[in-house]
């Protein structure tokens, strides 16, 4: 039997090559600048929606404050490089230690809660965070922070005219959750968290420390999402509370893996494929009137699979659940 | 007085949710011997269980193994060799069988002999065996109290803790189980039983505590019990 989920995991390492391949080659024939930012959004989205799925997904506790570590993470990198003059590629990874640990500050108070006070708990604290970058001076106010160009360079994230370069940083950043979350379900914290998503009371039964369990996920998920942060800053060239940190963007965080299916490991990239271009297209056609309508298309698609598919989209997969069903 | 206690309650008393479910409870486990605990529902059968396992808040003192359990959170109660099979089993009804079973080896990690309990396991229920790969939810009730009781011995325990074990299963099972847990006591390991079946568990059982709103109201050996006038007009009906 462990052979099976050995063979399992061994033909998921292989697809997951494939479609890295695939996504990497995508945007090479297109010269259309639109389409190629798009795809370029959807993959970071996919690697967001990857670090949400571990805390979300797997571990069961649904954050809709992930904006906050996106708007930490991306704050983190860009000071850093404008004021220490570090590059955004070391500055990633500081923007995904910050970001980890303010998950884990967070957590600390909010995991005594459960259920749904967790997730409004999440809310209310990205939203204070929001309010309180929006009113700092040191981090640019409401005016948010500007990244000059300073001249091609892969250390420190900068493309003028290409868009190549920033789609296989993204799809790095997205293949590195991909495999973060492969790795986790196989591991012991996959195991607990499984076990805390499902039922509390027996985790703790087995020794599973259900604080620690979250809180790990928490760091995770939230340390992933800070990276994904520092690459959106770097990609965009310009942050303000707005756009990163509004509550908003922590619903589009969310919304992919919930749409693809949670706590699968296609969940948020079959999401995210969906959706990102589906709100980006209803925005470009409605123009500035769209914001509203690209959350009511969410929220239609989101009854809509809830209704039929409510394991979500992973689900019209059908050969990975196989081994699942019962012999008999 | 039973010799070599292993587990120990001294004037325990706890509240679960807002009742006062247990009070003043005393009671000794002593190593190898079967214990039931039985009592009409609400007795408190269950919240004693909850206390032992460090789910509620208590007063009073518990000692495993000559050590206090106070302030030694609920994991910690698990690895310290207490494994509880739940009411109601809670099993991981969309992980496979086999997940199920890992998940108990869960507190033994880093121990390369942590899988090696699935012997036993697959000895006391071989049907386990043969349904390693189905999700635990298209297990029948039977089955399933197979895998909540496998899954608990996964965790090694020295002292197992069964909560209303034949509830919701057809009584030829409920026969196959109760031998089962004959058959780990007999292999060491200390057994508590919650059971309202009051015949099938004074049957297996050393010794019994029966609980009455929160309170021990007699206890002795099982033959003792079951003899007993009152208890047989209380809860047999005769």
């Keep these: ?25 995508l945007p090479v024939p297109i010269k259309d600048v639109y389409t190629q930012n798009l795809i370029i959004i959807t993959v970071l989205f996919a690697g ?22 996106f708007g930490i993470g991306s704050y983190v990198s860009t000071l850093l490089y404008l004021k220490l003059g570090i590059p955004p ?24 809660l459960s259920g749904h006070y967790y997730a409004i ?33 892969w250390a420190e994230l900068q493309f003028k005219t290409a868009k190549l370069p920033y789609h296989f940083v993204v799809l790095a950043f997205a293949a590195a959750t991909w495999l973060a979350a492969f790795w986790l379900e196989g591991s012991r914290w996959g195991f607990a968290w499984r076990a805390v998503k499902d039922d509390v009371v027996a985790a703790r039964s087995l020794g599973v420390n259900i604080f ?63 959706l990102i271009p589906a709100s980006e297209l209803s925005r470009s056609y409605l123009g500035g009137s769209g914001r509203g309508v690209d959350l009511m298309l969410y929220g239609g698609l989101i009854v809509l699979v809830a209704l039929a598919r409510p394991q979500g989209l992973v689900s019209l997969f059908n050969w990975r659940r196989k081994s699942d069903v019962p012999a008999a | 007085m039973p010799h070599d206690p292993i587990l120990i309650l001294d004037n325990v008393s706890a509240s679960y949710r807002g009742l006062r479910a247990l009070q003043g409870v005393s009671m000794t486990v002593a190593k190898g011997e ?63 069988v086999e997940d199920n079973l890992r998940l108990g080896a869960y507190a033994r990690r880093g121990d390369p002999n942590r899988f090696k309990p699935l012997d036993l396991v697959f000895t006391l229920f071989p049907r386990l065996a043969e349904r390693l790969a189905q999700r635990a939810e298209t297990l029948s009730g039977g089955e399933q109290q197979m895998l909540a009781i496998g899954r608990a011995l996964m965790t090694q325990p020295r002292l197992l803790m069964l909560d209303e074990p034949s509830q919701g299963i057809m009584p030829k099972l409920v026969d196959a189980i109760l031998a089962a847990v004959v058959r780990i006591r007999d292999l060491g390991v200390t057994v508590l039983l919650v059971e309202q079946r009051l015949v099938e568990a004074l049957e297996i059982a050393d010794r019994a505590y029966v609980l009455q709103t929160g309170r021990v109201v007699m206890h002795g050996t099982a033959k003792e019990i079951a003899a007993n006038e009152d208890v047989r007009r209380a809860y047999l009906g005769m």
């Design chain 1, 1 to 25: 039997m462990a052979n099976a989920i050995v063979k399992r995991r061994r033909q998921e390492l292989v697809v997951g090559g494939v479609v890295l391949a695939g996504l990497a080659l």
């Design chain 1, 48 to 69: 967001l929606a990857q670090a949400w799925n571990i805390l979300g997904g797997y571990c069961g506790q649904i954050s809709l404050g992930h904006a906050l570590y």
């Design chain 1, 89 to 112: 590629t070391l500055g990633l990874f500081a923007a995904g230690i910050v970001a980890g640990a303010a998950a884990l500050l967070i957590g600390w108070p909010c995991f005594r």
């Design chain 1, 121 to 153: 708990a999440t809310v209310v604290v990205g939203e204070i965070g929001y309010l309180l970058f929006l009113n700092w001076d040191f981090v640019g106010g409401a005016t948010g922070v500007f990244i000059p160009f300073k001249g091609e360079s």
């Design chain 1, 212 to 274: 620690a369990s979250k809180m790990a996920a928490a760091a995770l998920s939230g340390g992933f999402t800070g990276m994904g942060g520092a690459l959106y800053a770097q990609y965009v060239g310009y942050i303000d509370p707005d756009s990163v940190l509004a509550g908003h963007f922590s619903i589009l965080i969310a919304l992919p893996a919930v749409l693809g299916g949670v706590g699968t490991l296609w969940g948020p990239l079959i999401g995210a494929a969906v």
């Design chain 2, 34 to 96: 079967i214990v039931a605990v039985v009592g009409a529902n609400g007795a408190g059968k269950s919240t004693l269980l909850k206390a032992i396992s460090g789910q509620v808040a208590t007063e009073g003192a518990i000692s495993f193994d000559g050590k206090p359990l106070a302030g030694v959170p609920g994991h910690m109660i698990t690895r310290a060799g207490i494994g509880l099979v739940p009411e109601g089993r809670r099993l991981f009804p969309r992980l496979s």
